[in-house]
């Protein structure tokens, strides 16, 4: 490599290409911004920095994927991508050479510098634009790639505004203007491989889908929809594609020193190309401020209409404090980035970075919301005590600090339908959480499920289609299955809930009575019985039995009761889910106790006692009724 990579050692020129490694950009020779992923750019980043040596395929894993468990195909399908970018035919090797049984090598000669290298005139409306947070006394500066010049803030934002409006005409002519705007943003890279840094850039992504939610015209896909993306390789042409979104937001994030680098670009999914590129640095404790420019020149970006009341109205859910507004994008990361299998470990995170971030500042109606969501989420592992009782109170704070938050009345909705049995409160808490955010595809999820708790199957239908218009890419969870379920469709329900005990617990009790008792309604018989998603332990051996309870003897079933019932170590276990054991018994008394325990415990699973099929054998009994009254379903 010529001239010694060194500590300020910053593009890469190889062939007609420049690499930007501190922005994570490949350059053509005009100085356009190549599409490729953060991830990819990477790679090549390694490369380039080790010109001459061979790399094996497990340290370019580690270094890309660090502490991660991942598929050798990803590393294969970024080589691909990589070999097609740079121009590479099946039989040319002028970058890449493969090392059989090894790894590869990076053979194109490499020039390494501090400073860009002059290469060409970038194309007409493609502008890069470096945005500097000022300090108190500061200037806003802007950086065109094509002439490489500083300005001062004014005559940043006109050279912006006229890139964007020449790219906008040139849009209009030849597809039209469109009033709705389809965003993607993936889950952010870190310029380094340390962990930390990957933990704020998945932090940065989701805090810019909350702030992109709130504006007219956007919609945004939510972050469980693309965290596929985020340990694997894609190309971003069939990420957009299979997201069906019109633009991608990618970008990478650099910490060092208590300063923070961010770049981000826009992804035109149509022909590919980059459009829009930004660079914000700031100070770390500024974080706030950088994400409110981020999502401001975005959405302009994105429609070119002036953002100012919607970007006030976002900004004053947030926190002025740094340190506040920290805490509560860690207690989002654990809230959002988690597994079924340390489900009850990233949520216990959650709610104590919510809780510090609320001490920190106690007007900070967003943490509070967070604060609700994830004890409602806790109800899967612990009891009604510990998680929606706690998560009415935060709701209520959070709409005490903000009464125009729809997140909060949406935690509200699912606390109360639960530890009050307030059903038709729920229903219109639900209701005003779409009235506040209506591109919002959970809460219409939830509402459809809170229909069904009241019987109202046809209107949760209703509601469900009406997710998946908003979000059509999500996978809705169970919500379509429950609707099946408790309309008796059981071989609908049956199918459409295969897969997915990895995102539901519930699913397993639902599958595993529809294969015991309704197994004639699914036509071909499955080969084998469900299977829980726990993978050891005794509580997945009593799901095993309860699994085939029509042939399980009633000593195993009975055995499984009492360790339920007397194991204090045990992870929690909802009183239905005992009952259930007992009428698979034929044990109406035993049952109804466990009913009874249930709803003095405020057991989630017993919102579903108007319904549920699971309890028919119990309908005709006076005590039944007695229990719906009790629950004001009789009403």
Not at 139 to 147: D, M, P
Not at 416 to 441: K, M, T
Not at 500 to 524: C, H, M, R, S, T
Request: proline share 4%; hydrophobic share 40%.
């Amino acid at each position: 490599m010529e001239d010694r990579v060194t500590s300020q050692t910053r593009f890469y020129s190889f062939g007609p290409f420049c690499l930007d490694a501190h922005r994570l950009l490949l350059l053509n020779k005009d100085g356009e911004a190549l599409p490729l992923a953060p991830r990819f750019i990477r790679t090549l980043s390694l490369f380039v920095q080790n010109q001459g040596a061979d790399l094996s395929k497990e340290y370019l894993m580690d270094q890309l994927w660090p502490e991660t468990a991942v598929e050798e195909n990803n590393l294969t399908v970024i080589i691909s991508a990589l070999r097609k970018t740079l121009g590479e035919g099946p039989e040319q090797h002028q970058y890449i050479v493969t090392i059989p049984g090894k790894g590869y090598r990076f053979v194109a000669k490499v020039t390494a510098a501090a400073e860009q290298p002059v290469k060409g005139t970038a194309v007409e409306g493609d502008t890069t634009v470096i945005i500097e947070v000022p300090k108190p006394a500061g200037e806003v500066t802007a950086k065109l790639s094509r002439f490489r010049t500083w300005v001062v803030v004014g005559s940043a934002a006109v050279m912006l505004m006229s890139a964007l409006l020449g790219y906008w005409a040139i849009q209009s002519r030849t597809a039209g203007a469109s009033t709705a705007h389809t965003l993607a943003v993936l889950p952010f890279q870190s310029d380094g491989f340390a962990s930390d840094d990957e933990y704020l850039a998945l932090e940065m992504a989701d805090a810019l889908v909350a702030r992109l939610r709130n504006i007219r015209n956007i919609l945004v896909r939510p972050t469980e929809d693309v965290l596929a993306y985020r340990n694997s390789a894609y190309d971003p042409r069939d990420a957009g594609r299979t997201l069906k979104v019109g633009t991608l937001v990618l970008g990478s994030v650099h910490k060092s020193d208590g300063n923070i680098d961010i770049n981000v670009k826009l992804v035109r999914v149509s022909d590919a190309s980059v459009f829009w590129s930004a660079d914000f640095k700031g100070e770390i404790n500024e974080l706030l401020s950088i994400q409110n420019r981020i999502a401001d020149q975005i959405a302009s970006a994105v429609t070119l209409t002036p953002r100012l009341h919607e970007k006030e109205q976002v900004a004053g859910q947030y926190s002025q404090n740094p340190e506040a507004y920290q805490l509560y994008l860690h207690g989002e990361y654990f809230l959002t980035h988690k597994s079924l299998s340390e489900g009850e470990y990233a949520l216990n995170k959650a709610v104590r970075y919510f809780d510090q971030a609320t001490e920190k500042d106690q007007n900070f109606a967003l943490a509070y919301a967070g604060l609700a969501d994830a004890y409602n989420k806790l109800s899967w592992y612990v009891s009604a005590d510990q998680s929606f009782a706690k998560a009415e109170v935060a709701a209520k704070k959070a709409l005490a600090l903000d009464p125009n938050l729809a997140a909060a009345y949406r935690s509200l909705a699912v606390a109360i339908q639960v530890y009050e049995w307030d059903f038709s409160g729920a229903d219109a808490a639900f209701r005003r959480s779409i009235e506040l955010d209506p591109n919002d595809s959970v809460t219409y999820r939830w509402h459809a499920d809170q229909l069904l708790m009241m019987g109202r199957n046809q209107e949760a239908s209703e509601e469900w289609r009406r997710a998946q218009q908003v979000d059509p890419s999500s996978t809705l969870h169970d919500t379509l299955g429950h609707v099946y379920f408790y309309s008796r469709r059981y071989r609908d329900a049956f199918y459409e809930m295969q897969g997915k005990q990895d995102i539901d617990p519930d699913v397993f009790w639902y599958l595993a009575w529809i294969y015991n008792f309704q197994l004639a309604e699914l036509g071909a018989i499955p080969q084998h019985a469900p299977t829980p998603a726990s993978a050891s332990g005794f509580l997945a051996d009593c799901q095993l039995a309860y699994a085939n309870a029509a042939k399980a003897t009633q000593q195993n079933i009975g055995s499984c009761i009492k360790a339920l019932k007397k194991d204090s170590s045990t992870p929690y276990i909802s009183p239905y889910k005992i009952a259930l054991f007992y009428i698979a018994r034929k044990d109406k008394d035993s049952a109804f106790y466990w009913l009874e325990q249930a709803r003095r415990t405020h057991s989630s699973d017993l919102s579903y006692v108007k319904v549920d099929p699971r309890l028919d054998d119990l309908r005709s009994e006076a005590r039944f009724n007695n229990l719906l009254e009790e629950m004001g379903l009789n009403r």
